[in-house]
């Protein structure tokens, strides 16, 4: 299995379109056996399930993450915990361990939600959010 982080500065980075690295984790077992971080060379929002996708990667631990993002993860079959923060080596050892806290509605809200699409079950900005979807 592998997992993957957005990554800044050993933290969890808080916008998936923007991230310029994530930490990937090799787990067998139940145990992380690899661990290192890669840069994305600056690719955008859809590319960046593609490269999650081409790297092997299983799940994605993220910050804040738009509906088209997830969207495209989902269709690479990559499982997605969002809303996460904190530092990365110990969110995934959190997942790993079954107790790792996220939101399954999470949505970015550095886009402009005015007009009215959904992410999830409800209308951006009708509920809290902010990059983790937790503000």
Known sequence: MKIAATYQNGMIFQ???HSEQFKLYDVENGKITDSRVVDTNGQGHGALADFLAKSGVNVLICGGIGAGA???LAEAGIQLFGGVSGMA?????AYLAGS??????VCCSHHDHGHGHSC???LCGAD???CSGNS
Do not use: P, R, Y
């Open 70 to 72: 997830q969207n495209a």
């Open 100 to 105: 790792l806290k996220f939101n399954a509605a």
């Open 120 to 122: 999830g079950t409800h």
């Open 128 to 130: 809290k959010h902010g």
């Open 15 to 17: 916008h998936f379109g």
């Open 89 to 93: 080596d110990e969110a995934v050892d």
